[in-house]
């Protein structure tokens, strides 16, 4: 079967179970390449979004995606039995952890069982959403083979991490490298010859476990570095020392090494949770991994610690937190995008709110969030509100902000990302961390 020439005359479609940050962007690589997407949501509002060429995602823009629409490359659907249309599926579903924070897999398992209910010999299986290293042969294979049907001679199965970095725009799901592992050799062959269409570089592995491996890699690499830097923020703090002054000056080595920054927690769906996907799958094999257990807990505890330094500012200046105003900038969990998923920024509101302060938030991306019982609403950015705040914190560093005004018109600044550093007349008044 020619997988690639079926996918662009149409015959046979290119299958994404859900359209979300993922998804939708990988539907919009396929779909400009040429290859006929279907998208599968089970959200109705995101379908019908899609079919209007409508876009909800940052990196997917509406004048790219209705054209796409237009000609046909692109719907969205929520009619699951559409899969049998599909030679190629891709499953790009949430993978958050279950309350005692173990990995939460039920989404992965839904969206197999509507590709069970609809399997068809030839299909191409791809597993996209992170998740922990033997996900793929040990709980999508025996499932799939349960129908009857045999992998790498009646259907195919791999694995291959989304490595998509939202607001990136140097670089997109076209060309960034995308890593394949099938569970057959001829798995292999299949999934990277349709991906290596539509995508600038496909890098295959000998396996679906190395595949899922290389995620977990990748974002534990920079939650333990993310996690070191935090550490290094604090003991600078107890050098008197500005950290970001000595992450620019390390930079300057040529070699050896990487910059990291501190901040107030981790944010995203992918850095805090991915680890622990990891270190789960090894506690069952009598592991404990270290570096990941060590990063979270530093990485969990900085809203606490820049809370604290916020409690001492303010006491700095006679102030007690209890009945202060507190105006967050920024609540998405990192600059110039609109996703609040694990946003430290949250986890410090809760603080703020726990210890009395009254707190309000400035975010052009996020137009309301919820923090606990509190439905918050962004405030405008005016003089009123940066004036009447007895302190302003500065949790996600956004352009379009004019810190040195923010500075000039504050009370007090805390600020988590170095907004501040170049800036003229910050002193007394800013905090940094
Ligand atoms: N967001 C990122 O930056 C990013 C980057 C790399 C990898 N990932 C991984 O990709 C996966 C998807 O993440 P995301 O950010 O796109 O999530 P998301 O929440 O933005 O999107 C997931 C979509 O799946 C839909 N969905 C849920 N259950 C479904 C089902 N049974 N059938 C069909 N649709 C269903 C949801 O309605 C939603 O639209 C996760 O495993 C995540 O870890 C995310």
Known sequence: MDYVKQLIDGSKKFGIIGQGYVGLPLAEAFAEAGMHVIGFDIDKTKVDSINRGESYIGDVKSENLKPLVDKGLIEGTTDFSRLVDCSVISICVPTPLSKSKDPDVTYIEAALAEIIRHLQKGQVIVLESTTYPGTTDELALPLLEETGMK????????????????????????????????????????????????????????????????????????????????EMAMICEKLDVDVWEVIEASK?????????????????????????????????????????????????????????????????????????????????????????????????????????????????????????????QSSELNEELVKGADLVFIATGHSGVDYQWVVDNAQLVFDTKNMTGHLDRTAGKVAKL
């Open 252 to 376: 300057t080595k040529p070699f050896g090494f990487m910059p990291f920054y501190p901040g107030p927690g981790l944010g995203g769906h992918c850095i805090p949770i991915d680890p622990l996907y990891l270190k789960w799958k090894l506690t069952s094999l009598d592991f404990k991994a270290q570096f990941i257990d060590l990063a979270d807990s530093i990485n969990s505890n900085m809203p606490h610690y820049v809370v604290t330094r916020v409690m001492e500012q303010l006491n700095e200046h006679g102030k007690a937190l209890k009945g202060c105003r507190v105006l967050i900038l920024g609540m998405a969990y990192k600059e110039n995008i609109d996703d609040v998923r694990e946003s430290p920024a949250l986890d410090v509101a809760k603080l703020l709110f726990e210890k009395g302060a009254d707190v309000v938030y400035h975010d052009a991306h996020v137009p309301h969030c919820r923090v606990e019982e509190h439905n918050l």
């Open 151 to 230: 992998c790498g001679q009646d259907f195919h199965l791999a694995f291959s991490p989304e490595r998509v970095d939202p607001g990136n725009v140097r670089y997109t799901v076209k060309n960034t490298p995308k890593i394949i592992g099938g569970v057959t050799e001829e798995c292999t062959r299949i999934a990277t010859e349709v991906y290596d269409y539509a995508l600038e570089h496909v890098h295959p592995v000998t396996s679906t476990r190395a595949a899922e491996l290389v995620k977990l890699l990748e974002n534990s690499f920079r939650a333990i570095n993310i996690g070191f830097i935090n």
